[in-house]
């Protein structure tokens, strides 16, 4: 029975799939409808990707059968990988430095904003980001060390759901580091964006490259942020009351 349980593992996941984890293999089994529609978006957002070249060959060979996806056992004991992770980081961030710059209005669909805010506090943030330029380019949407993976000696990103054709690579850089600092300092992302000390160590030799003000980029990240949460809720309407309290407060504090 002990080695049953340490080769076949299942996990539930917020999202209503099974995840059955064999010795070798992997398989995300949905149980609901809007689970299945889940998984088939995934599939599709990981194709996209992978088609893209931009992300390396960060992928893992994933078939789907139906309703039903299979992939290689990744090893997700990340902490001993982490400089890998950063050197992959870096590496794409690289890439960054040629892609065409776009207003941040352009990259981000600001649509949900005035389910949540009055038609004012809309322009001043359609205003702002109109005056932001980033680099264009693909984005995972979701890129933290729980969707990573050691596999054949280099980092697997997984988890492909919010996968953006017309976005920038620079808010998953951004979303790492501020999920990484959520966990060392146990609070919220909308705390962890206003902390000068953790803005300023996000400048380093290539972010300078890039050129590109940090301030303004955590000020867009966090209105994407904010709007890819919501998306994952369905709309505003279904945000518990607890959540729209929190973006209204960090709509507040981006307005100061
Ligand atoms: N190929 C794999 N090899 C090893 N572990 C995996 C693999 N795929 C998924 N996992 C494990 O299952 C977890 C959830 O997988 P994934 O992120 O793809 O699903 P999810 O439905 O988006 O879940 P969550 O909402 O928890 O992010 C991963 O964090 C990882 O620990
Ligand atoms: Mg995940």
């Known amino acids: 029975m002990k080695k049953i349980y340490k080769y076949l593992k299942i996990k539930l996941t917020k999202k209503k799939y099974f995840i059955i984890l064999t010795k070798n293999f992997v398989y995300k089994v949905p149980f609901t409808f809007s689970s299945y529609l889940s998984l088939c978006n995934e599939i599709d957002s990981y194709r996209l990707a992978k088609k893209s ?5 960060s992928f893992l060979n994933t078939s789907f059968y139906g309703f039903i996806s299979c992939s290689p056992r990744g090893d997700d004991k990340m902490d001993r990988h982490k400089l890998d992770v950063v050197e992959l980081l870096d590496n794409l961030l690289l890439k960054m430095k040629s892609k065409p710059r776009r207003s941040a209005l352009e990259l981000i669909d600001i649509g949900l904003l005035s389910d949540l805010v009055d038609v ?46 017309n976005s920038s690579f620079l808010f998953d850089y951004v979303h ?24 300023n160590s996000l400048t380093n030799d290539i972010v300078n490259k890039i050129n590109i003000s940090i301030p303004n980029l955590i000020f867009a990240y966090s209105i994407n942020r904010m709007i890819l949460e919501i998306n994952q809720f369905g709309n505003v309407g279904k945000l518990k009351p607890k959540k729209v309290k929190k973006y209204l407060n960090l709509i507040d504090n981006l307005l100061i």
Not at 127 to 135: A, C
């Open 53 to 57: 070249n931009f992300w390396e060959n």
């Open 120 to 165: 004012s506090k809309v322009k001043y943030f359609k205003n702002s980001l109109s005056k932001i330029f980033l680099p264009k380019s693909v984005a995972h949407g979701d890129l933290h060390i729980g969707n990573m993976l050691y596999f054949d000696k280099k980092i697997i990103i997984i988890d492909w759901e919010t996968y953006r054709e």
């Open 176 to 199: 790492y580091y501020v999920r990484e600092e959520c966990l060392v300092k146990n609070e919220s992302w909308t705390n962890i964006v206003f902390d000068h000390t953790f803005i």
